[in-house]
C-alpha cells in the first residue's frame, strides 16, 4: 500500500507524541518539551526528550530518535502498515486504499476479524457452560488459573459438527469456510462429478481452544488441544487469508512489549510452555505453531531481539527442532543477529521445570545457554565417531557445508577460523610451528632423558586426558579473577569475548557463576551495565566476591597503571583471555604428544612433543608476567 507524505504528514500532526508515549512510559514537562528515562537503554537520569511541536522524539544518552510512526515500530514492535492504521484509526482518519482490490480485500479481512472475534466469544461461553466441564477440570488438573485463562483467551468448542455453525450463521457457510472455522466437503479437493450436496461442519469439536492472535491482538487463527483419546493432539486453523502459520508466532502480541523491558525473547515448543512460563513470570516467550521454526519467524524474532533465545525439549525431538532452526538461520545471518540455544533437562519441558524446581531453574538454563557456533560445532563433532582419519576429514568436510550455507562474507570468515581453531586444537594441538630440533647429548628437555644405551625415553603423562578446569593453578586463579573483575568494571566487552568465555570450565563455582551472570546479561540487553550485573546476582557469595572485586584499587593486566583508556583495556583483556584461556589446551596437547612418543618414539613425534612443551613454556612465562604486576590482586 502506498501512502502520500501528505496522509503522513497529516497523522504525525493529529497525534500527540507526548500522550502516545506517556501511555508506555512516565513522562514529565519540560518547559515546551517532555523528559522521561529512555525506553530504549537503562538509566536513572532521564535523558529522553519529546517535543510534540516538531512531532519528534530523542534519546541524548543512546541516539534513539524517531516521530510517532517510529515509536510504533521500534518500542511496540508493529510493522510499519500496523502502526500507520492503528494510530489512523486513533486520529479519526481514513488509511487510504490506493485501488478497488486493494480495498475489497481490506473490506474481506474486517469481515474475517469480526468473524474471528464472534467465534471467539463462542468458544469463551461454552467454557463456562455446561459442556464445558471437562475442559475447566483438565485446566485445573494443569494448574492454570483463572487470570491465565482471561489473558489467554481459553475457550472450548462443543463436541458437536454443528454447534459454531449455528451460531455464526448470520456471517453465512461461505465466511466461516475462510475464515477456517467450518470444513467444506465439497470443496476445491472434492469430486467435480458428485452431484449430491454435503453440508459444512465445525472444523473444532470437542477440544480445549485458543486464540491466536497478530500482532495487534486480533484473533486470527485457533489451535485446539484434544481433551480425550485421539489425534491429532493438536489442531491449528488452516492458512486463511489472516493467517499463515509459517509467519506467525503464537504470543507475540504481548511478548513483543514484554520483550522491550527484558530485551529478550524466549521461543519454545509450544502453547502450554509459553503458558506455563507466562504463568512462572517470563513474559517474552513465543512458539511457532505446529512446524519448525521458520525463516519468517527468525526474521520477526530479529526485529525484537538480537539474539533470540531457543529453549527446546532435551529429547531427540526437540534436540533436532533446534539444529533445524540453526541451520535455517545460516544464510540470514547478519552482523549482531544471532540464535542462543538452552537445553531443558531430558524428558522435562519447561511446565516440568518450574514446577518442579521454580523460576531460578528456568533462569539458570537460560544462563547457560550456546551460541549458534558453539551448537552447530558440537552437533557436528558428535554427529560421527572421530576415530580415524577419514571419520575426521568427513567432520571437516560437514563443518565447511555450514560455512558454505552462510552468506555475509564476513560472518563466514570468522565461523572458517573459529571452525579451524576448534578442529585443530582437536586434532593437532595448535597451529603448527617448524624446526624443533631434538636435544643432543644426555641433557634433559622437558622431562626427557636418555637411558642407558643412549635412547631417549619420555617422560609419564599427566594422569587423565580431559583438560583440567580453568583456575586450578595459583597464577590461572589470579588472572581469572583480574579478567573478570575487569569485565565487570568494563561490561561493554562482555560481547567481545561471549563466545570464549562460554566455552571455559571454570574450577571455583562462585567464579564459574559470577560468570554465568554477566554473560546471561550480555545476551538480555544491548547495553550492559555494571550495576545491572550486580542487580541480577542479588544478595549472596557471588555478589559479595563482585562487590569486592570492584573495590579493589585496579584490576590490570600492566603495571603501574591506574586508569586505561578503552582501546587498552579490549587489547589487554584479549591478551588475558587467550593465555587464559590457552593454559588447559596445551597442557591436554603436551599430555597427549608425550603419550605418542612413549608409544612410538620416532623423530618426528619426538620433535612434536618438544614443540608442544615449548608452547606450553612461553605460555607459563607469559601468565607469570601478566599476574607479577603489582596491579592484580
Not at 622431562?447 to 583456575?471: F, H, M, S, V
Request: charged share 25%.
Amino acid at each position: 500500500m502506498s501512502l502520500t507524505p501528505a496522509f503522513l504528514d497529516e497523522l504525525r500532526a493529529r497525534t500527540s507524541l507526548s500522550t502516545l508515549i506517556g501511555r508506555t512510559v512516565k513522562v514529565q514537562k519540560a518547559g515546551r518539551e517532555y523528559k522521561a528515562c529512555c525506553p530504549f537503554h537503562n538509566e536513572k537520569t532521564p535523558s529522553f526528550t519529546i517535543n510534540d511541536e516538531k512531532g519528534f522524539y530523542h534519546c541524548f544518552g543512546c541516539g534513539a530518535h524517531g516521530d510517532a510512526i517510529r515509536w510504533m515500530t521500534d518500542q511496540r514492535g508493529l510493522p510499519f502498515m500496523e502502526a500507520v492504521k492503528e494510530l489512523a484509526q486513533a486520529a479519526s482518519m481514513e488509511v487510504p486504499a490506493p485501488d478497488l482490490r486493494a480495498a475489497k480485500r481490506a473490506e474481506q479481512a474486517k469481515g474475517l476479524h469480526d468473524v474471528m472475534a464472534s467465534a471467539q466469544f463462542f468458544f469463551e461461553q461454552q467454557l463456562g457452560g455446561i459442556d464445558g466441564a471437562e475442559a475447566r477440570a483438565y485446566l485445573q488438573k494443569r494448574g492454570i488459573t483463572n487470570a491465565a485463562c482471561r489473558a489467554f483467551g481459553f475457550g472450548y468448542s462443543p463436541d458437536s459438527r454443528g454447534r459454531l455453525k449455528a451460531a455464526l450463521k448470520d456471517y453465512g457457510d461461505a465466511l466461516l469456510v475462510e475464515a477456517g472455522l467450518l470444513i467444506d466437503p465439497d470443496g476445491a479437493e472434492a469430486d467435480s462429478e458428485k452431484t449430491i450436496k454435503r453440508e459444512s461442519y465445525d472444523r473444532f469439536r470437542g477440544r480445549l481452544m485458543l486464540p491466536i492472535r497478530d500482532i495487534r491482538g486480533r484473533v486470527i487463527a485457533f489451535g485446539g488441544r484434544i481433551l480425550g483419546q485421539g489425534e491429532p493432539k493438536y489442531l491449528n486453523s488452516p492458512d486463511t487469508p489472516l493467517f499463515d502459520k509459517g509467519r506467525t508466532l503464537y504470543n507475540i502480541d504481548r511478548a513483543s512489549p514484554a520483550s522491550r523491558t527484558t530485551g529478550r525473547i524466549i521461543v519454545v515448543e509450544g502453547y502450554m510452555d509459553v503458558i506455563a512460563l507466562a504463568e512462572a513470570g517470563f513474559g517474552d516467550v513465543v512458539a511457532p505453531l505446529g512446524t519448525a521454526l521458520t525463516e519468517h519467524q527468525i526474521d520477526r524474532i530479529w526485529k525484537m531481539v538480537d539474539v533470540p533465545v531457543l529453549c527446546f525439549d532435551g529429547d531427540a525431538a526437540g534436540q533436532k527442532a533446534a539444529i533445524r532452526a540453526a541451520m535455517r538461520a545460516l544464510p540470514m545471518l547478519r552482523p549482531g543477529h544471532s540464535l542462543a540455544f538452552a537445553t531443558l533437562p531430558t524428558d522435562q519441558d519447561p511446565d516440568d521445570l518450574v514446577r518442579a524446581q521454580g523460576p531460578a531453574a528456568f533462569e539458570a538454563v537460560l544462563a547457560a545457554a550456546e551460541p549458534l557456533v558453539e551448537r552447530l560445532w558440537k552437533y557436528e563433532h558428535d554427529a560421527a565417531p572421530l576415530d580415524t582419519p577419514e571419520q575426521r576429514a568427513a567432520l571437516k568436510q560437514r563443518l565447511a557445508g555450514i560455512t558454505d550455507a552462510i552468506a555475509h562474507p564476513d560472518i563466514r570468515a570468522h565461523y572458517l577460523r573459529a571452525f579451524k581453531d576448534r578442529y585443530d586444537a582437536l586434532f593437532f594441538g595448535r597451529a603448527s610451528y617448524t624446526a624443533a630440533q631434538r636435544p643432543s647429548g644426555g641433557q634433559r628437555a622437558g622431562g626427557w632423558q636418555r637411558d642407558r644405551r643412549g635412547n631417549w625415553k619420555a617422560p609419564l603423562p599427566p594422569a587423565g586426558g580431559e583438560a583440567r578446569a580453568i583456575g586450578a593453578t595459583g597464577l590461572e586463579q589470579r588472572l581469572l579473577r583480574a579478567i573478570l573483575a575487569s569485565l565487570l568494571r568494563h561490561p561493554d566487552q562482555i560481547p567481545q569475548h561471549r563466545e570464549t568465555l562460554s566455552g571455559l570450565r571454570i574450577g571455583d563455582p562462585i567464579l564459574a557463576r559470577l560468570l554465568a551472570a554477566m554473560i546471561s546479561a550480555s545476551f538480555r540487553k544491548e547495553t550492559v551495565e555494571t550495576q545491572g550485573i550486580l542487580t541480577i546476582l542479588g544478595q549472596g557469595e557471588v555478589y559479595n566476591m563482585a562487590k569486592g572485586m570492584l573495590r579493589a584499587d585496579t584490576f590490570t593486566f600492566t603495571p603501574h597503571r591506574m586508569v586505561a583508556d578503552s582501546d587498552r583495556v579490549s587489547r589487554d583483556l584479549e591478551e588475558a583471555v587467550r593465555v587464559m584461556t590457552q593454559g588447559p589446551e596445551l597442557e591436554t596437547a603436551l599430555a597427549e604428544a608425550t603419550k605418542r612418543a612413549r608409544d612410538d618414539l620416532t623423530e618426528e613425534t619426538f620433535a612434536e612433543q618438544q614443540r608442544v612443551h615449548r608452547l606450553k613454556m612461553d605460555h607459563d612465562n607469559r601468565l607469570a608476567e601478566l599476574v607479577q604486576s603489582e596491579d592484580i590482586v
